[in-house]
């Protein structure tokens, strides 16, 4: 089963329309306990860094998702849902992330204009199954103001200004700043190499 955790603020429908039209089970969910018992999961965000933390916590979700990736399950970020995993961010003031993945999220300072809204090239850094099938030519639609730079976990970079993690994975947990279900093509082989890394193709 794969569970979209629903923490009352992330991007839901378009995710879930989605994941409808590739006859994926999942469910809607934010109780621990049916987290725990799912195989594969996505935290989808939309909104600030510190304002999802705290949502977060207060249903017990950050030690239930802690928890999930380190039993090796399939677990997939999106947007602010990515940015979580790292260790911390300055959106209004510092505020702690779940430090699954090494780095900080911060606002763009070279950027020509921000917020990053449009449709920009990925460049391909890293082999990972999540990745499996991109090419040299390949879009995603953005739309943040902050960002994780370039790093370890970084398996796809793209430029606005300055260079930034668009696609992270390790292991088990991968992640997109951008928003699959909105990057058409691209988006949609992501989806699918998900999927099939979790073994949810139906």
């Given at each position: 089963m794969l569970a979209v955790i629903d923490y009352g603020g992330?991007?839901?429908g378009s995710l879930i329309a989605a994941l409808q039209r590739r006859n994926a089970a999942?469910?809607?969910?934010?109780?621990?306990a049916v987290l725990a018992g799912a195989r594969a999961a996505v935290l989808p965000g939309d909104g600030a860094f510190a304002a999802t933390m705290q949502a977060l916590r207060e249903?017990?979700?950050?030690?239930?998702?802690?928890?999930?990736?380190d039993n090796g399950n399939a677990f997939l970020g999106i947007c602010v849902g990515m940015q979580v995993l790292f260790e911390e961010s300055d959106e209004f003031g510092t505020s702690e992330g779940l430090g699954v993945l090494h780095g900080s999220v911060s606002r763009f300072t070279h950027a020509?204009?921000?917020?990053?809204?449009g449709w920009n090239r990925l460049e391909i850094q890293a082999a990972h199954p999540f990745v499996s099938g991109?090419?040299?030519?390949?879009?995603?639609?953005f739309l943040h103001s902050y960002r994780v730079p370039v790093g370890e976990a970084t398996v796809a970079a793209c430029?606005?200004?300055e260079r930034f993690s668009a696609i992270v994975a390790r292991g088990n947990v991968m992640a997109t700043q951008f928003h699959p279900e909105k990057s058409q093509r691209t988006g949609a082989r992501l989806l699918d190499n998900f999927l099939r890394y979790?073994?949810?193709v139906t």
């Open positions: 992330g991007n839901i999942f469910t809607l969910t934010d109780d621990p249903r017990g979700l950050d030690r239930a998702i802690l928890k999930f990736i020509p204009r921000v917020p990053h809204m991109l090419g040299g030519d390949e879009y995603a639609y430029t606005h200004g979790a073994g949810e």
